[in-house]
């Protein structure tokens, strides 16, 4: 009974040093060298216009803001479906007169032509959960058109131009495009965001499935390793 005890207490040894060691490893070579992305936009001015990859969908910006609204510039190169969508961190004060809007025109010779736009006022704001970074989000309006040959820009507005939004191009996961370090620096970004706490990383399946993952092999070859060389000691 003894030698069975301490092999598990080997194991669980293994295990938890094997985790700690991994965690805080991963956190602070990520929080140390944290991946400029450019999802997290900081226009400067309502003519600070911000360039789309219409075809590297689906992508989420994540911006704020600032007494102005913020103009998203794309070009179509060949028909394609567009779905575009307005999420809100959860702390946001949703009330009966909250409003955030999209509005997505065509460049055209004179001027531009409508093409559609949201209105937040009144809609049914629903929660959202992103099960990749752990955050969830008001969820409002959609626009799904299909667009045609040109030069377009998407607004995102409120009455005063104030608060966080996420504008999502596209239906998906945004971080399947992203490298694994890439990954946990974008969820670290969206933390920063919305504004809880780092340590909330470990609830992304991204960071405790590969680390749990490469736990299990350490600790199977701990134990391997451990049975072998008692079988050597007999």
Known sequence: MSILKNKNIVKVWFTLSAVTFLSIVTYVVVSVFNT?????????????????????????????????????????????NLTASVLLPKNTEIGAGFDVGMLLVKKARRGVSEVARTNGRGADWETLVVKSTGDSYHFGPVIEVVLDEGEYMLEVQTPDNRGKYVLVLGEGNPLRRLSYPQSLSYIIEVKNFNEVGKHTLLLSPYFYLPITLFSIKIVTFFVFWYRQRRKKSL
């Open 36 to 80: 400029e992305l450019p999802y997290f936009i900081s226009p400067t001015g309502s003519d600070d216009l911000i360039f789309v990859d219409i075809d590297n969908k689906p992508v989420w910006y994540f911006g704020e803001l600032s007494d102005f609204p913020h103009t998203y510039t794309f070009t179509v190169a060949s028909t394609t």
